[in-house]
């Protein structure tokens, strides 16, 4: 399995671009990358996939390297509503599994007034 | 937008005791996931269902728990013998497929406290 590896936590100032990085240098080529987010105990929240391309949604974007060893997940405009610890997830998708999510500690991001 | 549901939010009971969590997937899902979160830690995979079978389950997926998912909505995780480490957070998640490509949708989760 990817391993992740992720800063333990960031602040961000309301209204800015929060930049959360994420490296997974053992990924292999058929792996994607997940980031979910998870605010104060409740569920896991999807946010963005990608396998090489940059990903864009309403919520977030999402950009790989070419190498595929890390990837930035992008929150644009971010509010105080977006503090919350953030997960980047490579997917298992050896043989049989169905793809159960391996959560790191992630990032604790703090949005700042 | 469709969502995951859960029920209890919140369930307290004694050590030994039996609980049945209870989750409603969404509707088109086809893959269902148990989940649990102990207190400042990380989120865990129990298990995984599909087809009325369980598709793959964690180490701490014992004999104590089962799964199962009676009627065309529900999907329940049965813990038969509560211990005091069960107390976690236990979130349900679904997904219309399975593998890397399929998103899981997490519920709210169930606040589970053993005494």
């Known amino acids: 399995d990817a391993k992740t590896t992720q800063p333990t936590s960031m602040d961000c100032a309301e209204g800015r671009a929060a930049n959360l990085p994420c490296n997974h240098s053992t990924i292999s080529g058929n792996e994607y990358v997940y980031w979910y987010r998870q605010i104060h105990s409740q569920g896991p929240q999807y946010i963005i996939h990608?396998?090489?391309n940059n990903e864009t949604n309403e919520m977030a974007s999402l950009i790989i390297t070419e190498d595929r060893k890390s990837s930035t997940l992008i929150l644009p405009h971010a509010t105080l509503r977006d503090t919350a610890v953030y997960y980047c997830i490579v997917r298992v998708g050896h043989g049989g599994s169905q793809g159960n999510l391996i959560f790191g500690k992630g990032t604790k991001l703090s949005v700042k007034p | 937008e469709p969502e995951v549901t859960q029920t209890p939010s919140h369930q307290v009971t004694q050590m030994g005791q039996e609980v049945i969590l209870r989750c409603v997937p969404i509707s088109n899902h086809l893959y269902f996931y148990w989940y649990r979160q102990i207190l400042g830690q990380k989120v865990e995979f129990l298990v995984s269902?599909?087809?009325?079978?369980?598709?793959?389950k964690s180490e701490i997926f014992d004999d104590q728990f089962s799964v199962e998912r009676p009627d065309g909505s529900n999907f329940t995780l049965k813990i038969r013998s509560t211990k005091l480490e069960d107390s976690a957070m236990y979130f349900c998640?679904?997904?219309?497929?399975?593998?890397?490509?399929?998103?899981?949708?997490f519920g709210p989760g169930t606040r589970l406290l053993v005494l």
């Open positions: 998640a679904s997904s219309v497929s399975s593998g890397r490509r399929e998103t899981q949708y």
């Open positions: 990608g396998l090489k």
């Open positions: 269902f599909y087809n009325n079978e369980i598709s793959e």
